[in-house]
């Protein structure tokens, strides 16, 4: 079993709706989350940044945390076709510096 | 958080030969860099982790003489692939630990190696 687990996808939402994305984790030790987007060929961009419980808002973007499910989302409102993109999880435990990725979940935003 | 330039973007080279991959922190004195390898389709594989002035730390699996990585500044850290084969094809991503703050990771522009 994976550390991390995310749905490949892809998925695929009209323009205007809201894109819901996941994962889920196994070690307890993860304190430090992210959420990347990545374009084709391209280096992953940091989009969301939590270390605690609960919700962080950035613009268009909810992250959600919750520690005792080992579960967290990522919410996009208003969806664009410029959101088509891999989205990646990445996590990092309080010991250390590694991150450790979900494997992507591809989205395709359809005009 | 940091600003990363890596280049080459993309590279071309044959069987047998050595390419670097450049990686610099532009506004952050980085100690510590990563380095990560990643297949179509696929996510992101940690290959080592480079220290300022001291030894690249290699994954498991990570053959370290087939790939070198010198830290030698607080903003530069290189990717030497020796000896490159077909199966070295791959994107090559470095990212920089931390920033303007100890927040997520800030990751470079990618390096796409094609070995013929």
């Known amino acids: 079993q994976k550390e991390v687990e995310q749905d490949p996808g892809p998925l695929s939402v009209p323009e205007g709706a809201i894109v819901s994305l996941n994962c889920t984790y196994s070690n307890s030790a993860f304190q430090y989350f992210m959420w990347y987007r990545q374009y084709s060929r391209k280096g992953p961009e940091l989009l969301m940044y939590t270390y605690s419980s609960g919700n962080k808002e950035d613009g268009r973007f909810t992250a959600q945390v919750d520690k005792s499910s080992k579960y967290i989302s990522l919410f996009i409102r208003d969806s664009q076709p410029s959101d088509s993109a891999t989205y990646l999880c990445?996590?990092?435990?309080?010991?250390?510096?590694?991150?450790?990725f979900g494997g992507g979940t591809r989205v395709l935003v359809k005009p | 958080g940091a600003v990363v330039s890596q280049h080459p973007s993309w590279v071309i080279c044959k069987s047998g030969t050595s390419v670097k991959i450049e990686c610099r922190s532009l506004d952050f004195q980085a100690t510590t860099m990563f380095w990560y390898r990643q297949f179509p389709k696929k996510s992101l594989m940690l290959m080592a982790t480079?220290?300022?002035?001291?030894?690249?730390?290699?994954e498991q699996g990570v053959e370290k003489d087939k790939f070198l990585i010198n830290h030698a500044s607080l903003t530069l850290s290189t990717l030497t692939v020796t000896s490159a084969h077909p199966e070295d094809s791959s994107f090559y991503i470095c990212s920089v630990a931390g920033g303007s703050a100890d927040y997520g990771y800030t990751f470079g522009s990618g390096t796409r190696l094609t070995v013929v």
């Open positions: 480079s220290n300022e002035g001291s030894k690249a730390t290699y």
């Open positions: 990445a996590m990092r435990k309080a010991a250390g510096n590694k991150l450790t």
